[in-house]
């Protein structure tokens, strides 16, 4: 008989336990009280002859297998981190490994999609420009470059190639001596060059002293609120203003940037070209920009340099891109640009490229001329509500009037075709 206090095992019949003395039932109560059927070996009680387990103590009957309760699922503790002591099931080794197989079935998918995206051919401007000397006009040939790879891109591209084409060849193409025309939107990757060769810069070259220096304004090896002090050492002849100004005058270097674009300053370009540390480490800047055909070889009316063969050259190629890079803000910081765009804006030598364009055009454009050799160069971005392009025509070894007349036209009627 079981104990109903302390659960003690007794032998039957007993009327008191054993283990703590405590007053046991009485069997034969039981039976007369409860339904006629089976009596609990164990504890005395009596139960419901359908019944295999006691009602009062849970013992099996004769002949019934005894009921086991399904184990609970073992938990852990968890003895670090912000959960300390809160239990934790037990992981489940077949759930961790359908987790892991469905885990790689995932990255292999994954890295299949991505593989296969990223081996697709970039959707990016090809580098068009390379060094060579001059073409004889057999070798000239008008050819597409830097057009976008996706045929998506292509197909639904505003640029009218075929279009730039014949106006450039009808505009340009018959004047004497050599030429290079770069032409491309500002808002996709693809662009127009005509006789990609490198050639005398001129002025254009003060272009890319002008980035170099943003360029170097970010890495804060100059400030451009920092002042310099004028000496006559410094004054060169040909275009600009300084040159007429007293020794001693101070300039910041941010005002000696806007003379040398808005005025053409020589005298404000070299004092630049000395501020960044020279001719080599200008040239660095240059080739960090991408621009491989661009050299600057001397500092302006250096002739004896020129004499020897020493001149600063470039290509239509690197000058356009510079200048698309520039109003994207992928080659300085967004308000760098601004400012770099704000003093081409200023510029108010408009009289090859830009000259015909109506009121509405909005221009930043930096020229070059050397008269004695032929040369006469336009680099410009021209945009109205509708959009912007970049065009860059370098001239040399022609007639300096017959450049002119055909850049007057080559720019308004780019203008009105891809702006109009």
Do not use: W
């Not at 004889?136 to 040939?141: A, L, P, R, V």
């Not at 014949?166 to 996709?188: C, F, R, S, W």
């Not at 364009?357 to 509708?386: C, H, R, S």
């Amino acid at each position: 008989m079981k104990c109903p206090k302390c659960n003690s095992t007794n032998p039957t019949g007993s009327k008191f336990c054993q283990s703590c003395g405590e007053t046991l039932p009485d069997p034969t109560t039981q039976v007369s009280s409860a339904k006629p059927g089976k009596i609990c070996q164990t504890c005395g009680a009596s139960n419901d002859i359908k019944n295999d387990f006691c009602d009062q103590c849970g013992a099996p009957f004769a002949g019934t297998a005894p009921k086991q309760a399904p184990a609970p699922e073992p938990t852990y503790s968890r003895t670090k981190g912000p959960y300390a002591g809160v239990p934790q099931r037990k992981s489940n080794p077949a759930g961790i490994i359908i987790g892991v197989v469905a885990g790689l079935l995932v990255l292999g998918v994954g890295g299949y999609f991505a593989y296969n995206t990223l081996n697709k051919p970039a959707n990016e401007t090809t580098s068009v420009a390379k060094s060579s000397k001059a073409k004889s006009s057999t070798e000239k040939e008008s050819s597409s470059v830097a057009s976008s790879s996706s045929e998506t891109s292509s197909s639904s591209s505003s640029f009218d190639e075929a279009k730039v084409k014949e106006l450039v060849a009808n505009d340009i193409g018959g004047i004497a001596g050599d030429k290079t025309v770069y032409v491309a939107p500002m808002n996709e990757d693809t662009s127009y060059l005509l006789n990609n060769q490198t050639q005398s810069a001129a002025s254009v070259i003060k272009l890319f002293i002008l980035a170099a220096v943003y360029a170097q304004q970010k890495i804060g090896t100059i400030d451009l609120d920092d002042t310099y002090t004028l000496s006559n050492a410094d004054k060169v002849g040909g275009t600009g203003v300084i040159q007429n100004m007293p020794a001693g005058k101070t300039f910041t270097y941010r005002e000696l940037l806007a003379y040398m674009i808005d005025e053409s300053d020589n005298t404000a370009a070299n004092i630049m070209i000395d501020a960044l540390g020279g001719i080599d480490k200008v040239n660095a800047q240059i080739e960090k920009m991408g621009a491989h055909d661009t050299k600057l070889q001397r500092k302006m009316m250096d002739t004896k340099s020129l004499e020897a063969g020493r001149d600063n050259i470039t290509s239509a190629a690197d000058v356009g891109e510079l200048l698309k890079k520039v109003y994207n803000h992928k080659l300085i910081s967004k308000s760098d640009s601004a400012e770099f765009l704000d003093i081409l804006n200023k510029n108010r030598d408009h009289d090859k490229l830009v000259r015909d364009l109506p009121t509405g055009a909005k221009v930043y454009n930096k020229t070059g001329i050397m008269q004695n050799y032929g040369i006469l160069n336009d680099a410009a971005i021209i945009e109205n509500e509708k959009g912007a392009f970049v065009v860059v025509v370098l001239t040399q070894n022609g007639d300096n009037n017959e450049e002119q007349a055909a850049m007057n036209k080559l720019g308004l009627d780019l203008y009105n075709t891809l702006l109009q």
